[in-house]
């Protein structure tokens, strides 16, 4: 658990819409407004250079030519947005990039490391603040799955209807409240009505620690969204109340995986198709002198790749537009 006595030294923003108009009233969009450039819509980018390689499992899995094969992210603030996050949980000050790791932090997410980009905090913050003013305007879920569907419908646009799209959601970040996990098993399951043709395939899927909310919400998710309960949360004694989610281990590794049993992923594709637990190697930024850093520059001397290298982060701050 978390250290209740930890102090944050960064304070949410707070929104800035304007009462009578309902617009942005922040210069930086970070700081509590909607990026105009983005307008009313959830940013959804381009897949990281991990995530390219997913493409090649899915052709195969489906049956599709690769060139078919689309990966999106829709990605909200690290840390701001995770109310089940521990072992990971670290912030981006949202103006600065400056990252804060919590006190029992094992392993620092890679978004929180990310977001020192200002592309990257602009669009994370920017999805965040759109979702958080429907939290004071609207109730239900419902209105979370109607923008979600608006965002991927537009980000699809063009796109053909026999693409296969698959949509990692959250890079960084989590399901912050039931309303929004909710709302996203509203709009996948949209995405499959047959009034909503002509759509490609969509496939959604998401490592949680937001477990609790998942226990709360009296739903059956639809077949195009995939869940992982992503181990070493506040919520993990609940997992296996669950039946049928699987789980996802950060191991430091290879050896370590092996010894717990667990099948490595190196392209997500365990998350997408798998249905048993499996392991992920250590990856990212590590704050200097832990653990996971030690770790990490191990596996780097090995010659093992575990994910997220440095130009594999400068990659997805380009894909971010």
């Keep these: 658990m978390t250290n209740p006595n930890a102090k944050n030294p960064y ?73 089940g996050a521990s072992e990971c949980l670290a912030f981006a000050d949202p103006v600065t990039g400056k990252v804060w790791d919590s006190p029992e932090l094992k392993f620092r997410c890679f978004e929180a490391s990310a977001e020192r980009y200002p592309d990257v905090r602009r669009q994370n913050w920017h999805n965040f603040n759109l979702l958080r003013r429907l939290n004071s305007k609207y109730s239900g879920g419902y209105s979370f799955g109607a923008m979600i569907f ?42 499959r009505l047959p009034q909503n043709e002509p759509m490609p ?22 077949e195009n969204f995939v869940l992982t309960a992503s181990e070493g949360g506040k919520f993990d004694a609940l997992i296996e109340s669950l039946p049928g989610l699987k789980k996802a281990k950060v191991v430091f590794s290879p050896e370590q995986a092996e010894s717990e049993g667990l099948e490595i992923d190196h392209d997500d ?18 704050p200097k002198g832990t653990d996971s850093a030690k770790a990490l520059s191990s596996l780097k001397a090995r010659g093992i790749q575990s994910g997220y290298s440095e130009k594999a982060m400068k990659d997805y701050r380009n894909s971010i537009s």
Excluded at 269 to 286: C, D, N, P, R, W
Aim: proline share 5%; glycine share 8%; aromatic share 8%.
């Design 150 to 191: 608006d965002s991927i419908k537009e980000a699809t646009k063009n796109f053909k209807p026999d693409d296969v799209v698959i949509i990692r959601i959250h890079v960084g970040g989590d399901f912050y409240s039931t309303k929004y996990l909710e709302g996203w098993a509203i709009a996948l399951r949209a995405t």
């Design 11 to 83: 304070r949410i923003p707070v929104l800035q819409i304007d009462a009578v108009t309902g617009q942005w009233t922040s210069d930086n969009p970070t700081e509590g407004g909607i990026d105009p450039k983005k307008g009313e819509l959830l940013s959804l980018a381009n897949a990281n250079s991990k995530l390219k390689a997913l493409r090649k499992t899915v052709s195969a899995k489906l049956n599709v030519p690769i060139a078919k094969v689309k990966i999106l992210t829709l990605t909200l603030p690290a840390g701001w947005s995770c109310p």
């Design 201 to 222: 395939m969509i496939i959604g899927y998401a490592y949680t620690k937001s477990i609790h909310h998942i226990a709360k919400l009296n739903l059956e998710m639809p």
């Design 269 to 286: 594709s365990h998350a997408v198709f798998g249905k048993e637990s499996f392991g992920l190697l250590i990856h990212g930024t590590q």
